[in-house]
């Protein structure tokens, strides 16, 4: 699918992009800059396969043709809040002007471009920030939540969040994402805030009590795949190494199974998939789980190379061959799961019998394959008592309605 991102070589542009390449799609960037997004800098470089196209920020004007046919039009458009330093700006009347004005004016080009597209994106997806419901404290908040009174709260409510509203009017569905504090080392907020730390001048602010909501990028932009999905990215290994020794302390009984899965035959090769399993293990993993491994021969090299607890993953459709829980154990497996397999079946034969009620008005012919009531009460364990049964709330006996 075709997919344009106004502000796409921002923070989260940029990862959009790079997740949204990898499965496929057809990526349009729209800067004011493109000579700067094609550059090998780490803030505004682009992954390969994004098309990068210019616009104004404002108008349709070069661009507007890339709407029609689009499935989504992501806006991400908007001035840094920050400011365009390193160091983050004040708020002044300068700044909030263009802040407000770099959101709206791009809000107004995308319900243009949407407008004169004969076929029309399916949905647009709208940017917004937690700014909407001001400085709450601790206060849970939720997405009905009424919007603060600070200047941020006011116009993210009443001007940002609104300014896409009218291509609704076209059929178009809108969805608005209020987005949190999005932390990475590469750029944004996190970089600016470990610097005093890294020069050993860093410390608590205040009384250490301001509560903000805030979201790694990995999330933001959910790159997390099935391990039989192309487009998948993998944590550093000594990252999964601290997750797993985190793991370990926090086991409160012996009998606790930390069991450590790597995708990376699929990404980086067989070799990396088993020097990230002794990683694993040294960092205190029970067990590992090689997740995709393509062939017999590779579960079989694999339980040879990991002296180790093993876990083989039998799922339908992937990558991996369904291999018999006889045949895992000869190699030396010690768990299979088939943590689809229900379901994909219970969903198969669901399909079938709706289209058997659908085409006979009846689920009659379907009977013989049904468990008997007797059998699913004898499952679940659900005995029925004959006799009443005293009814509290009216008074009267009975066991009916």
């Known amino acids: 699918m075709r997919v344009l991102i106004t502000g796409g070589t921002g923070l989260i542009g940029r990862a959009l992009s790079a997740n949204l390449v990898a499965d496929g799609h057809e990526v349009i960037v729209l800067t004011r800059s493109p000579e700067r997004s094609g550059s090998a800098g780490r803030a505004t470089h682009l992954p390969d396969g994004v098309r990068i196209e210019r616009w104004d920020a404002s108008t349709t004007k070069g661009w507007g043709h890339l709407a029609d ?32 004005e770099s959101r709206l004016n791009s809000s107004r080009a995308v319900v243009e471009a949407v407008a004169q597209a004969e076929q029309k994106p399916r949905v647009v997806i709208q940017a917004s920030g937690v700014g909407y419901y001001g400085y709450r404290g601790d206060e849970e908040l939720i997405e009905d939540a009424e919007s603060g009174d600070d200047w941020a709260a006011r116009f993210t409510a009443a001007e940002w969040e609104p300014s896409t509203v009218p ?3 076209m059929g178009v569905r809108r969805a608005v994402a209020r987005i949190g504090l999005v932390l990475s080392t590469e750029d ?9 730390f890294r020069l050993f001048v860093g ?3 205040g009384n250490g009590d301001q509560w903000y909501s805030w979201i790694h990028l990995e999330d933001q932009v959910f790159p997390k795949r099935c391990g039989h999905l192309e487009g998948k990215e993998l944590v550093p290994p000594e ?9 370990v302390d926090a086991k409160s009984h012996a009998d606790f199974l930390v069991i450590a899965r790597t995708d990376a035959r699929g990404v980086d090769g067989y070799d990396e998939a088993v020097r990230r399993a002794q990683r694993y293990l040294e960092a205190g993993a029970d067990a590992i789980f090689p997740e995709a491994l393509p ?3 590779e ?10 607890p093993l876990l083989a993953n039998m799922t339908e459709f992937g990558k991996t061959p369904c291999l018999t829980v006889a045949q895992l154990e000869s190699m030396g497996y010690a768990m299979v799961i088939f943590p689809v397999t229900l379901q994909r079946t219970a969903m198969k034969a669901m399909e ?13 012919s379907m009977i013989d394959a049904m468990q008997t009531r007797d059998e699913l009460y004898e499952l679940i364990g659900y005995r029925v008592e004959t006799g009443t049964q005293e009814n509290p709330y009216s008074g009267e006996r009975g066991n009916g309605s």
């Open 188 to 196: 944004g907020a996190l970089p600016r805030l470990l610097l005093p």
């Open 299 to 308: 579960f079989r090299r694999f339980a040879k190379d990991v002296d180790a």
């Open 295 to 297: 062939n017999e021969e």
């Open 167 to 169: 291509v609704e009017e």
């Open 352 to 364: 079938h019998v709706l289209d058997v009620v659908k085409r006979e008005g009846s689920q009659a």
């Open 203 to 205: 410390g608590t602010m």
């Open 69 to 100: 046919g689009a499935e989504a039009i992501v806006n991400l458009a908007g001035s840094s809040i920050a400011g365009e330093g390193f160091f983050p700006s004040r708020w002044t009347d300068e700044l909030r002007r263009v802040i407000r």
């Open 239 to 247: 990252v999964f190494c601290d997750k797993i020794a985190a793991a």
